[in-house]
């Protein structure tokens, strides 16, 4: 696998197709987005890292301000900009309850989340995906994007099984947002 790494050393989705950069998810003020697991731009830890590389793949806790008064919903979307795809590989999308300003460790997981917290389908399968990038290829960013929306994402039960760039693209007004990075290279 390592070699396959350094074959695609250079191919990354890149920042650009992020959601973040998405022009319907702009917003005019920003949330601040962390974590008691890792700092900005720091190191994830193994434990939120996937199993089939030593992981644990549970969800780091996160934590957030609350948005403004008219937040009806908020859209969690994790992201690796530095796959070696097209876009960049979605690692969660989750719709929160408004009144919710965090989540403890592993509350993104598709068996068990958290009260308030609703998981959608993410690149495989539903829930937190942790970091597993290719033997070789470097240093990933795993991109965290809290999203305040002023209204619900329209589409009821049939978001549960809709891709996410759909779940991105039907995304009204943004409120607020913010955004936290982490960094995962596998050894």
């Known amino acids: 696998m390592a070699v396959l790494g350094k074959l695609l050393k250079n191919r990354r989705a890149g920042e650009a197709r992020l959601a973040w950069n998405a022009p319907n998810l702009a917003g005019p003020e920003t949330l601040a987005l962390h974590s008691p697991d890792f700092a900005d731009g720091a190191t994830i830890p193994i434990a939120y890292a996937a199993k089939r590389v030593g992981g644990q793949d549970i969800s780091p806790a996160l934590n957030w301000s609350a948005g403004p008064a008219r937040t009806a919903e908020l859209l969690l979307v994790v992201e690796d900009p530095d796959a070696p795809t097209a876009a960049p590989f979605v690692h969660c999308v989750a719709l929160l309850d408004p009144a919710v300003t ?17 998981l959608l389908r993410s690149g495989i399968g539903r829930g937190y995906q942790g970091p597993a990038p290719i033997k070789g290829h470097g240093p990933h960013r795993y991109v965290f994007q809290l999203f305040a929306l002023a209204k619900p994402i329209p589409g009821g039960d ?14 009204g007004e943004v409120l607020a947002r913010g955004r936290l990075d982490g960094r995962y290279e596998r050894p």
Request: charged share 25%; aromatic share 0%.
């Open 102 to 118: 965090g989540v403890g460790a592993g509350a993104l997981d598709p068996k068990n989340p958290a009260e308030g917290v609703r």
């Open 158 to 171: 049939t978001l549960d099984s809709a891709r996410p760039r759909d779940v991105l693209a039907a995304a």
